[in-house]
């Protein structure tokens, strides 16, 4: 299976602030690699396809990047609506799977 | 609007079994693929399996198999997923969602509890 490694597992910053996740793969992926957002209590919500692609109606703040073994996702100016925990997940091959996650916080 | 809607919360023995259904509407059910998730509280996200609509085709994560059996009905819009042989391990929040190429929609999530 393919390992997702994310980083970090915590972040903490202030409004307005630009934000980088990132998600390493244990092999390359081909760019097949998706971002979630997910608040407590809820379902993952999609924001980024195939390393780049913002899914519909998801603020343009949020963009990705990235090749190979290594991805980002990048929040422009972080929003206080932006609290919550981002999991990337690879969809290269069966099974698919996803990092352990980056719970991001307010500064 | 595209819409899953999974049933309410289960409480089960271990040893038992249950079924755990995504009611869909909004969309072409019969043509469509659902994949399966398994969610610790507090932990990652597990893909469990997918299901072709259209020919009640499978695919499952090797950890799932045994585990997990998906089917669908098609005249309901519905997709089930069974879980046997419930331990404490099982229990988990599962979610359902549309696979088009990836997951635009998911169900609201289900806690499944197993205890005796």
């Known amino acids: 299976d393919i390992q997702m490694t994310q980083s970090p597992s915590f972040l903490s910053a202030s409004v307005g602030e630009r934000v980088t996740l990132s998600c390493r793969a244990s092999?390359?992926?081909?760019?097949?690699l998706d971002w979630y957002q997910q608040k407590l209590g809820e379902a993952p919500k999609l924001l980024i396809y195939?390393?780049?692609n913002l899914h519909t109606g998801i603020p343009s703040r949020f963009s990705g990047s990235g090749s190979g073994t290594d991805y980002t996702l990048t929040i422009s100016s972080l929003q206080p609506e932006d609290v919550a925990t981002y999991f990337c997940?690879?969809?290269?091959?069966?099974?698919?799977?996803f990092g352990a996650g980056t719970k991001l916080e307010l500064k | 609007q595209v819409k899953l809607q999974q049933s309410g919360a289960e409480l089960v023995k271990p040893g038992a079994s249950v079924k755990l259904s995504c009611k869909t509407s909004?969309?072409?059910?019969?043509?469509?693929?659902m994949s399966w998730f398994k969610q610790i509280p507090g932990q990652s996200i597990e893909w469990i399996g997918m299901?072709?609509?259209?020919?009640?085709?499978?695919g499952y994560n090797q950890k799932f198999k045994g585990k997990a059996t998906l089917t669908v009905d098609t005249s309901s819009s519905t997709a089930y997923m069974d879980l046997s042989s419930l331990t404490t391990e099982d229990s988990a929040v599962y979610f359902c969602?549309?696979?088009?190429?990836?997951?635009?929609?998911w169900g609201q999530g289900v806690m499944v509890t197993v205890s005796s």
């Open positions: 195939n390393t780049n």
């Open positions: 909004g969309y072409t059910f019969s043509t469509s693929y």
């Open positions: 969602a549309r696979e088009q190429l990836y997951f635009d929609y």
């Open positions: 299901i072709y609509a259209g020919d009640g085709g499978t």
């Open positions: 997940l690879q969809r290269n091959s069966w099974p698919y799977t």
């Open positions: 092999q390359n992926i081909n760019k097949y």
